[in-house]
């Protein structure tokens, strides 16, 4: 085994409890940001302790008359959380502003014709009139903005003479006015501290599914690392005779590419079927590399729980606590949204477990030994016949076995506003297949292509535009690694082509995309290992996303 191999073992089965993932390319951005939310979210949360938690209106003292106003005994008590231990009485009235001016009213028109209405707060002090008894009431203090509830009008004072509403704080002599209403209007409750760590929770959330969405698997760190030293590579081609590179078509490496180096085609065996060399399998072989084994635990998992908790916190209280007709809103918005998400992310991730653990659980056989009925096989894939060669546009293409291109032009559009939507419209498109042959090192199996639903040919070989033109290309290459779930058959006669050497095993089976029982044939550029880079564990995958999808049903319940 060489070096890269040895250390592709190694990293894939000595996977912890937990592992630290940074995300790769564009991810860093996500990741970047996603912190820095946190960190806004943490200093906004610091920030709302010093603003003071004030109690709702409805618990306050009700005082309608000069009477009540002059025999209550106003009993002080402890005042809540960012009053540092001060003492004091609330209270709601409707009195009569007998000095000052408490609010300027005045309309202004913008450039398209509307009118804007604006309040604003005049005198800091105001004197005011319950009947016979008289205080001065003062705004801005405690560290809480002015809430104030007014009509929209224009050019109209409120100020003397003019009966409010009036949710006030009693301190001793001091009269805090904390929030006004403009008669018979509702007072609005004071939200503040409330405000600013909802907002606190909101961005903490908000980072939490942004690093959620850019934490890559375990696994794929280490594919990554190994990966990283190839390069792009060319497609081979067979003319019937013999080998060669194209000098016209090149794969980058993608994520479905080859982890480790593929054999070159001067090692291929010149049976075709026959095992190569010494008939060892191929490096990328699961029974050389093993079975891989990922973090139970990544920030994947965590974030998307952080996400789903502080959401269930967020929700519930806005349910629960003071707030205003848009936060009532959010919040009874917010209980569906978050079941949604919490149920999305559940069937995503056990989809795609299932999907992923098929190929674990399923054992990868060799080609010189597979038996007939359901297999696995990972391999390379080589020419059976002469491969095929295409054009799209200006560019050609050689040493394929498989493609499918297609050409889009952009159509745009203007709606009864004026404003233009542009959208990319299918104009041409060709598919073509051929059979090849997996081989895996120790042998080599002809694949039935057309009896699979569709080929997975990973990412797209090339892309390019002209004007209002684009054009897609994909391919499955000579040379490239491939996976296959399918079915192992006996070739029939005119299966065998002529000369065959049925001395070799594997020359007298074929592989088939039949649909197994219990899974889903499937064909697809990449091996084992590369398919399974997107792998977590069974915990990230199942049993967070459940716990997190029941925990989105408590603001129902709460």
């Given at each position: 085994?060489?070096k890269?191999?040895?250390?592709l073992?190694?990293?894939?089965?000595q996977?912890?409890?937990?592992?630290?993932?940074?995300p790769?390319?564009?991810g860093r951005i996500?990741?970047?940001?996603g912190?820095?939310l946190f960190?806004?979210?943490?200093?906004l949360?610091l920030?709302?302790?010093?603003?003071?938690?004030?109690?709702?209106t409805?618990?306050?003292?009700?005082i309608?008359?000069?009477t009540?106003?002059d025999?209550?005994?106003f009993e002080?008590?402890?005042?809540?959380?960012?009053?540092?231990?001060q003492?004091?009485?609330?209270?709601?009235t409707v009195?009569?502003?007998?000095s000052g001016?408490?609010?300027?009213r005045?309309c202004?028109?913008?450039d398209?014709?509307?009118t804007?209405?604006?309040?604003?707060?005049?005198?800091?002090?105001?004197?005011?009139a319950?009947?016979t008894?008289a205080?001065?009431?003062?705004?801005?203090?405690?560290?809480l903005?002015p809430?104030y509830n007014v009509?929209?009008?224009c050019d109209?004072?409120i100020?003397?003479g003019?009966?409010?509403r009036l949710?006030?704080?009693?301190q001793g002599?001091?009269?805090?006015?904390?929030?006004?209403s403009?008669?018979?209007?509702e007072?609005p409750?004071v939200?503040?501290r409330?405000?600013?760590?909802?907002?606190?929770?909101m961005?903490?959330?908000?980072?939490?599914?942004?690093?959620?969405l850019?934490?890559?698997?375990s696994?794929?760190?280490?594919?990554r690392k190994?990966?990283k030293?190839?390069?792009?590579?060319?497609?081979?081609?067979y003319d019937g005779n013999?080998?060669?590179?194209s000098t016209?078509?090149?794969r980058n490496?993608d994520n479905?590419?080859?982890?480790l180096?593929?054999p070159t085609?001067?090692?291929w065996?010149?049976t075709?079927?026959?095992p190569d060399?010494d008939?060892?399998?191929?490096?990328?072989?699961p029974t050389t590399?093993?079975?891989?084994?990922?973090a139970?635990?990544?920030l994947?998992?965590?974030c998307?729980?952080i996400?789903?908790?502080?959401?269930?916190?967020?929700?519930?209280?806005?349910?629960?606590?003071?707030t205003?007709?848009?936060?009532?809103?959010?919040?009874?918005?917010g209980?569906?949204i978050?079941?949604l998400?919490?149920?999305?992310w559940t069937?995503?991730s056990i989809r795609?477990?299932k999907l992923?653990h098929n190929i674990?659980?399923?054992?990868?056989s060799?080609?010189?030994?597979?038996?007939?009925?359901?297999a696995?096989?990972?391999g390379?894939v080589r020419?059976?016949?002469s491969?095929?060669?295409?054009?799209?546009?200006?560019?050609?293409?050689?040493g394929?076995?498989?493609?499918?291109?297609?050409?889009?032009?952009?159509r745009?559009?203007?709606?009864s506003?004026g404003k233009?939507?542009?959208?990319?419209?299918?104009?041409?498109?060709?598919?073509?297949?051929s059979n090849f042959i997996?081989h895996?090192?120790?042998?080599?199996?002809?694949?039935?292509?057309?009896?699979?639903?569709?080929?997975?040919?990973?990412?797209?070989?090339?892309?390019w535009?002209?004007?209002k033109?684009?054009?897609?290309v994909m391919t499955?290459?000579s040379?490239?690694?491939v996976?296959?779930?399918?079915?192992?058959?006996k070739?029939?006669?005119d299966?065998q082509?002529?000369?065959l050497?049925?001395s070799i095993?594997?020359?007298?089976i074929?592989l088939?995309?039949?649909?197994?029982e219990g899974?889903?044939?499937?064909i697809?550029r990449g091996?084992e290992?590369?398919l399974?880079?997107?792998?977590?564990?069974t915990?990230?995958?199942?049993?967070i996303?459940i716990?997190?999808?029941?925990a989105s049903?408590?603001?129902?319940?709460w």
């Amino acid at each position: 085994m060489d070096k890269d191999a040895a250390e592709l073992r190694q990293s894939s089965i000595q996977h912890h409890f937990f592992e630290f993932t940074f995300p790769h390319k564009w991810g860093r951005i996500g990741y970047v940001f996603g912190l820095l939310l946190f960190i806004i979210a943490g200093l906004l949360f610091l920030s709302s302790l010093s603003i003071p938690d004030v109690i709702q209106t409805a618990d306050a003292e009700s005082i309608t008359t000069s009477t009540e106003f002059d025999t209550s005994d106003f009993e002080e008590q402890e005042l809540g959380k960012g009053f540092d231990g001060q003492t004091g009485a609330y209270f709601t009235t409707v009195a009569t502003i007998e000095s000052g001016k408490m609010i300027e009213r005045y309309c202004t028109t913008n450039d398209e014709g509307e009118t804007q209405y604006h309040a604003n707060i005049v005198d800091s002090k105001i004197q005011f009139a319950i009947g016979t008894s008289a205080f001065t009431g003062t705004w801005y203090t405690h560290n809480l903005n002015p809430e104030y509830n007014v009509a929209n009008v224009c050019d109209e004072d409120i100020g003397s003479g003019d009966d409010v509403r009036l949710f006030v704080l009693k301190q001793g002599e001091t009269f805090t006015i904390l929030s006004m209403s403009e008669y018979p209007s509702e007072l609005p409750e004071v939200t503040q501290r409330e405000n600013a760590q909802r907002s606190a929770m909101m961005l903490m959330s908000l980072g939490a599914l942004i690093l959620m969405l850019v934490t890559p698997p375990s696994l794929a760190k280490n594919i990554r690392k190994v990966r990283k030293e190839r390069t792009k590579s060319a497609s081979i081609i067979y003319d019937g005779n013999g080998y060669s590179l194209s000098t016209k078509t090149f794969r980058n490496v993608d994520n479905q590419d080859w982890i480790l180096a593929p054999p070159t085609f001067d090692s291929w065996t010149p049976t075709k079927y026959g095992p190569d060399g010494d008939g060892r399998t191929i490096a990328e072989h699961p029974t050389t590399i093993g079975t891989p084994h990922p973090a139970t635990f990544t920030l994947y998992s965590i974030c998307g729980s952080i996400f789903v908790l502080f959401n269930v916190w967020l929700v519930a209280d806005l349910n629960a606590r003071d707030t205003d007709v848009i936060g009532a809103f959010m919040g009874d918005l917010g209980k569906y949204i978050l079941v949604l998400f919490a149920l999305g992310w559940t069937l995503t991730s056990i989809r795609k477990w299932k999907l992923l653990h098929n190929i674990i659980d399923t054992p990868t056989s060799r080609v010189r030994s597979v038996a007939v009925g359901s297999a696995e096989l990972v391999g390379q894939v080589r020419p059976y016949s002469s491969t095929l060669n295409f054009s799209v546009g200006s560019r050609s293409y050689d040493g394929v076995v498989s493609f499918h291109w297609v050409e889009e032009e952009e159509r745009c559009s203007k709606n009864s506003d004026g404003k233009e939507s542009c959208s990319w419209h299918t104009v041409a498109s060709e598919s073509q297949q051929s059979n090849f042959i997996l081989h895996d090192g120790s042998g080599g199996i002809l694949v039935d292509v057309g009896s699979w639903n569709e080929i997975d040919m990973g990412d797209r070989l090339d892309t390019w535009r002209i004007g209002k033109h684009r054009w897609t290309v994909m391919t499955l290459c000579s040379g490239d690694p491939v996976y296959a779930l399918g079915t192992v058959d006996k070739r029939t006669l005119d299966e065998q082509e002529a000369g065959l050497d049925t001395s070799i095993p594997s020359a007298n089976i074929i592989l088939r995309g039949n649909r197994l029982e219990g899974m889903q044939a499937k064909i697809a550029r990449g091996t084992e290992f590369s398919l399974l880079a997107g792998l977590r564990s069974t915990t990230e995958s199942v049993f967070i996303p459940i716990i997190m999808l029941f925990a989105s049903i408590i603001p129902f319940i709460w």
